[in-house]
């Protein structure tokens, strides 16, 4: 089984968390955040990722930290459970439709870091929730988890809907990229023969 567990306590934020890649999408998510517990919830049912993830934050001052470290936490947990990357797929995308948004993910787990983010919003907040901490929220996971990662909402009105379709299409395109390619479950998917400086 491919399971990771991290600690990260720093001034700002005591983090717990754990995953399993292989798991069935069960989730026991306590940010402080109740629209960010909702998100990563969709993220873990639709990916089939277990996720463990308690947080306690700073949010006395604003729910920044602790949205940027529980998306750290949650890579670097994410990139030691793939561990040598033997076997994966490495590649994948999904699209989420949610009502009338619409939502692509593409992603690369390709030890290179990047974020392509095409979403934009009409509301300053969902729930407590800054709007702008959704793209650093990505941005964070995908630099933790060593990913390149691109996502576009193509059409959409809603911000609850934009924001968890995204989510959601993530989940699926992670869940398609971290399956064991049969044909090479021993191999690494890279010419060089490394990703991710294993």
């Keep these: 089984m491919r399971t990771a567990s991290i600690r990260r306590d720093t001034s700002e934020t005591k983090i717990a968390a754990g995953l399993n890649l292989d798991g069935e999408g069960r989730y026991r998510v306590a940010t402080g955040i109740g629209f960010l517990d909702h998100m990563i919830e969709q993220l873990s049912r639709h990916s089939l990722i277990d996720i463990d993830l308690q947080v306690d934050g700073d949010l006395h001052i604003d729910p920044h930290h602790s949205v940027e470290d529980s998306a750290i936490a949650l890579g ?3 990139t ?4 040598d990357r033997k076997g994966i797929t490495r590649f994948g995308h999904a699209y989420a439709p949610m009502d009338e948004t619409l939502t692509r993910v593409a992603l690369d787990i390709s030890g290179r870091p990047y974020l392509v983010w095409k979403v934009s919003f009409s509301v300053p907040r969902l729930g407590e929730l800054d709007t702008e901490l959704i793209e650093h929220w990505f ?3 995908a630099q933790a988890a060593g990913i390149t990662l691109h996502v576009e909402t193509l059409h959409g009105r809603n911000n609850h809907h934009i924001v968890e ?3 959601k299409a993530l989940a699926r395109a992670l869940r398609a990229a971290i399956e064991i390619d049969p044909r090479k479950a021993d191999s ?3 010419t060089k023969g490394t990703l991710g400086g294993q």
């Design 165 to 167: 379709s995204a989510f």
């Design 139 to 141: 941005h964070s996971f």
């Design 188 to 190: 690494v998917p890279s």
């Design 76 to 78: 670097e947990a994410f």
């Design 80 to 83: 030691k459970a793939l561990g």
